[in-house]
């Protein structure tokens, strides 16, 4: 399973190219985060092996347009990328 690049998200959200880095540096903290929160001695591998890549990736996605335009709400990320990462959390713990 191949992970979102920020090619795809920088065509996807119709950003300028010269925000790559940025993006970049966003998808390596999404990555991060959901591996830290799912399992802290994991890596994304493990975790998109024992859940969904597709949904792994639709959480780095989720993530990434939430921080990039700043919709990042006080008490955390938004129900999209929660529901997304309690979906990957439970599947990671054998839940699903």
Not at 13 to 42: C, M, P, R, W
Not at 45 to 57: C, L, M, P, Q, S
Not at 82 to 90: A, D, E, F, H, K
Request: glycine share 8%.
């Amino acid at each position: 399973m191949t992970i979102v690049t920020a090619d795809i998200i920088i065509n996807e959200l119709h950003l300028d190219v010269s925000e790559k880095a940025q993006i970049e540096s966003l998808i390596n903290f999404a990555k991060d985060y959901i591996v830290s929160t799912t399992d802290k001695g994991g890596t994304v591998e493990d975790v998109v092996a024992k859940t969904n890549g597709n949904i792994f990736n639709q959480a780095v996605r989720s993530i990434v347009s939430s921080l990039y335009f700043g919709s990042v709400e006080q008490s955390g990320f938004g129900i999209q990328s929660m529901v997304l990462l309690n979906s990957i959390r439970n599947m990671y713990q054998g839940g699903e």
